[in-house]
């Protein structure tokens, strides 16, 4: 059979999603019988980062060692994949000796790459295009709180850029509205959104597009590697703060999201960033659970 690998949600079915969810929260209750099970004793994850990260990084090599595996963090800084290396050639070498491959980088091609050479399943740790481990966290976030998110309306509001394109696959394949509220020349992928128009519809007003909401969700204005636009991004976006104002638009008992890391009085309010209706700081714990379940996943295809 094929190696399965998670590049997108789209790479598993609405089923296997699910009970993916279902494995985290079972996983994250269960934690003292896995440690002791180690149910993936001497298995090693390699683990690439292209870019800076402070939740994936912690939550996959925390994951894998509750496991009973280990993780090994290669940087470019002090790999030849920095000088050089195809990828395709790092792909084939690493896969050859590890069971399971992370990939945190830039294009999104460039991990389709990587995935194409490799024999051994790869996740993608957050792409230019895409942030698929972050949607499991959100979504099983979710779950615990309210219960199942099918039919439900998901308010995305900002910047239409790699966790906004994870969310239109996962209004997809959970079957949830998504409305975007995004300033002028800050939308999502055109196609992406065409090809999910039953269910994914664009706003520019932020209050629109939060009425009734169950949910709304964020991230910076400038994300990694746009670090030169930000002060243009911080002129643009300025209307485009989630706070308290904007979440009385929201359903009464609406959630609030941030992948993190967030910027206070930009994308955010300082104030909502600690109330109980931000569920931020499980939604980051959250990634450990969701992506061991995710692990689990693809070790035992
Ligand atoms: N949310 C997230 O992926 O955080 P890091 O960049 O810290 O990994
Ligand atoms: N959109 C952000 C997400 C960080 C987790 C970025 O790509 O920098």
Redesign the pocket.
Same mark, same amino acid.
């Given at each position: 059979m094929a190696t399965r690998h998670f590049l997108t949600l789209l790479d598993l079915n609405p089923e296997e999603l699910k009970g993916l969810i279902e494995r985290a929260i079972e996983m994250k209750r269960d934690l003292a019988q896995i440690r002791q099970r180690e149910p993936f004793k001497n298995q090693v994850m390699g683990m690439i980062f292209e870019?800076?990260?402070?939740?994936?990084?912690?939550?996959f090599e925390t994951g894998m060692v509750q496991l009973g595996g280990h993780a090994m963090f290669l940087s470019p800084r002090d790999t030849q994949l920095g000088r050089g290396e195809p990828i395709e050639d790092s792909a084939r070498v690493l896969s050859s000796m590890v069971d399971i491959i992370m990939l945190?980088t830039f294009e999104h091609q460039k991990i389709q790459r990587f995935a194409q050479y490799s024999s051994v399943p790869v996740i993608n740790? &957050?792409t230019d295009d895409y942030?698929p481990?972050?949607l499991l966290a959100d979504i099983q976030t979710f779950v615990e709180h309210r219960g199942s998110i099918q039919g439900k309306s998901v308010t995305w509001i900002g910047d239409g850029n790699n966790m906004c394109h994870s969310y239109i696959n996962a209004a997809r394949q959970f079957d949830f509205e998504l409305r975007i509220a995004c300033p002028e020349g800050f939308e999502p992928n055109s196609e992406l959104v065409a090809a999910n128009k039953n269910r994914v519809v664009l706003h520019r007003n932020p209050e629109d597009a939060a009425k009734g909401a169950n949910l709304l969700v964020t991230d910076v204005w400038a994300s990694?590697g746009q670090e030169d636009e930000q002060n243009h991004r911080l002129e643009q976006f300025k209307n485009y703060q989630v706070n308290a104002e904007l979440m009385s638009h929201a359903a009464s008992d609406a959630l609030f999201m941030h992948? &993190?890391?967030a910027h206070r009085g930009e994308e955010v309010s300082k104030e909502l960033m600690d109330e109980p209706k931000a569920v931020i700081w499980e939604e980051?714990e959250n990634?450990l659970h969701a992506q061991k379940a995710l692990i689990e996943f693809l070790l035992n295809q």
């Open positions: 870019k800076s990260s402070t939740r994936t990084r912690a939550s945190r740790a &957050l942030h481990c972050q990694m992948c &993190l890391p980051a990634r």
